[in-house]
DNA sequence: CCGATTTAGTAAACCGATTTATCTACACCT
DNA sequence: AGGTGTAGATAAATCGGTTTACTAAATCGG
C-alpha cells in the first residue's frame, strides 16, 4: 500500500500518465467528459496522492519558504514567523522556520540546507557574521528578505523597526522627568539593533546637554550580568532610570531587581525594548517599546512573494516605527 | 550560473556521475586518490551544491518531519517546538513547524500537504476533530506522534501531561486554605486537556466533600468570557478562588480583574494551567502549573525518530508530570 | 602462466512527476 | 478528393540525483 503512482492511475482509467498529470493540472483546454470522469474515479478509487518530491524535481519549485530566527523562544520573532505563515498560506507557500540560536555557524548550516533543499526563498534574522553567504545569496538573485537587523554594504531587501528614534524618546522621556543618572542594559553589541538602540539612548543624552556616562552603561553577556548590574547598583551616582536593551535583558535586570528588593516606581523607572505578553497585566510602571511585529512580518512576507516571483524591483529597507506603551 | 549539477561535476573530474555521487555519500571503499583528489577539486572550482530535492525522490526520505502545532503563538508549544528543533538539529533533520489555529480544517490541510512532501514523519497537536484522518495514518504505519492531547480509541505514540492530577492537587491546596468558593474558567471542551482538568478540578472538590456548583463553572469561548465573568463575579457566593484552565484564559481574567479593580490576595487567589514567561517576576502569588516543554519535546522527537527507522516498538502513551510554582 | 580475486570505475535503470512535440481521428471547406 | 483545422490523447525526454549490475585492469596463489 501507500505507493500509490500516477502510472497507476494511468493504468487504470486507461489513459496515459501525460493525460493524469493535465488533469491533475487543470488544463482541461481539451479532454473529453468521460475521460475526466474515469481519472477521478481511478483516483479515489486508488486512493492516489500526488508526490510533490516529484513536481518539485522537475518544476524546480517547491512552494517551501525558510525563516531563520535568532531566538526562536523570542516572542517577537514567533509573532513574525507566525504572520509570515499566515501569508503563505494564504499564497500556497510553505513556511521552515529553524532556529539559528545565533550562531553564526547554525545560521550558515540552515542556509545551505534550506538551499540544498531547493526552498523558493529565505527570511533571515541575520546573526550578522555571515556577510560572505549573504553576499553570494544576493549576488545570485536568490529570493532573500532580512528581518529585524541591517546588514551593512548589502543590497537587499530588509524590514527593521525605527530603533534608534524610539530609544531616544523613551530616554527623552526619562530625562524630561528629571532622570539624571539614566543606565542602559545592552548583550555584546554584535547586531545592528543594540548598536542602534545604545546610539539613540546616548543622542537622548547629548541633546539635552547630559553628559554619557560609561559608567552607567553595561554591555554583558546574559551571564556576567548580574555582576554587573551589582557594580552599578553599588555605584555613587546610582542610577534612577534603566533602559533594558531587549526582553532577554529585562528578564535578568527583572531577576536581580527582585533579589535585591529593589522597587520600581520610588526607587527606580523602568523602559525595555521589546513587548512581553501579558505585559499589560502587569501593574508595574514599566514602559515596553512595542514592535508592529505582525506587520513587518506581512511586509517581509510580501517582499520575498514577489521575488520569488520575479517583480524584479530594487531592494528597499522598510522602516517600521515603534510604539512606547 | 547556478545549475551546476552533478554531471557537470564529472565531466569536469573526468569521472562518471556515480563516481560522484560515491563520493559524496563517502563511499570510499574502492576509490582511488587521485580521482577523490579530482573529484574534491572540481567540486570547489564549479561551485556544486548537491539538490536534495533529486536524492530524496529516489531515496523515499526527505529527512523533514513536520511539527503541526494548534497555535503557534502559545509560549509552551514554542517551547516544544524548541526542544523538537533541538533534537532534529544533532539527528539530520529538518523540522517544518505549521499552524493549525486549532482549526480541523487547516490541520487538515497540513497533513495532507506535509504528507504529499513526503515528510518522514509528523508531530502533532491535535485538535481531535480528524479523526478518521488521524487513523488512516496510523494503519498505513506512517510516523506520528501526538502531543499535549490525548485522542480516543487511537494506538498512537502520545506524549501528555498529567492534566487531571495537577489541576487536582491545585485545586485541593485551595480547599486546605480554606477556600469553599472555587471556579474554574475554561474554553469550550473540544480537547482532552481541558476535559481532564476539568475532571480533575471536579475530583478534587467532591473528594473534599464539596459540591460541584455549576454556577462556579464557565466553559465559554475567548469572547464570551468577559461577559461570563461579569456573571460570576456579581454572584452571591462570589468566588474566593479561580482557577484559569490555560494562559488564554488567564489573560482574560487578568484583563478582567485590573478593570474591576478585583485585588489578588485579599480578595481572590489565582492558580493556572500553564507558565507564562516571566510569571517568575511578577509579585501577585499567582500559582502557576508548569509542564516540562522541553522534555516532552524531546521525548516526542525521540519517539518520531524511532518510527521513522523502523523500531517498530508497540504505541504508548507518556505522561509527564507538571510543576506547580 | 592461468584462473581467481580484488580494486576501480562506469552504464543504465530508476524515483514520480511535468512538458513538449507528435499523432490520430474526424469534421469542414472548396 | 484533397487539404486544413481541431479536439483529444500520448510517447518520450527531462529534472538531478542513487543504486545495481557489470566490466576492465591489477594482483595473487600455486
Redesign the pocket.
Known sequence: ME????????KAA?????????Y??NRF????E???LKIQEAIEELG????F???S????RTSMVGIIVANITHYFSTEISRAIEDFCHTHDLHAIVCNADDDPEKEKKYIEMLRAKQVDGLIIFPTGQNNDLYESMVRQGYPVVFVDRRVENLEVFSVITDNAESTYKAVQHFIEQGHQNIAFVVQPLKVSTRIDRLAGYKKALVDAGLEVNPNLIIEASISDMKSELERLFSLEGKPTALFAANDRVFLEVGEFLKEKGIKLDNELELAVFDNIPFAHLLDAPISFITQPATEMGKKAAELLFGQINKENNPPEVFVFPSEIL
Chains 1, 2 share one sequence.
Open positions: 505507493k500509490v503512482t500516477m502510472a497507476d492511475v494511468a486507461g489513459v496515459s500518465k501525460s493525460t493524469v498529470s493535465q491533475l493540472n483546454e481539451y479532454m473529453g468521460k475521460t475526466k492516489y496522492q500526488p508526490n518530491i516529484a513536481r524535481l522537475k518544476q524546480k
